[in-house]
């Protein structure tokens, strides 16, 4: 059982954050095409999202992976536009109720 821990968010003008820790040992399991070599060893790159979401991580939409951090590989940071407004689903029932006078 792995447990993964949430930052709160905080922002600038622009942007919300957050940084996501995993578990060490969950970091183990990762797919080894997930790192890039560096001077510094394994460093994890940059996920997408369903490269993140795969690995475990929950969160709403709209946030991206847009740092790593090389000394701490486990810690993830994410950012996503402050005004971001997710897309609204249009439901298109038939025969929707019309009035007429």
Known sequence: F?????????SDDEY??????????LLKLIPKEFFMNSESGNTLRLLQEPEWR???ITQS??????????????????????????PTQHSSKPGGTRRTK
């Not at 792995?2 to 905080?10: G, L, P, Q």
């Not at 919300?16 to 820790?21: D, K, P, S």
Request: avoid cysteine; glycine fraction near 6%.
């Open 61 to 86: 939409l709209g946030w991206e992976h847009y740092e790593v951090h090389a000394p701490e590989p486990w810690v993830l940071l994410f950012r996503r536009a402050k005004d971001y407004q997710p």
């Open 2 to 10: 792995f447990r993964i821990h949430y930052s709160d968010r905080y």
């Open 16 to 25: 919300e954050y957050r940084h996501v820790i995993l578990p060490k040992n």
């Open 54 to 56: 795969g690995i475990g």
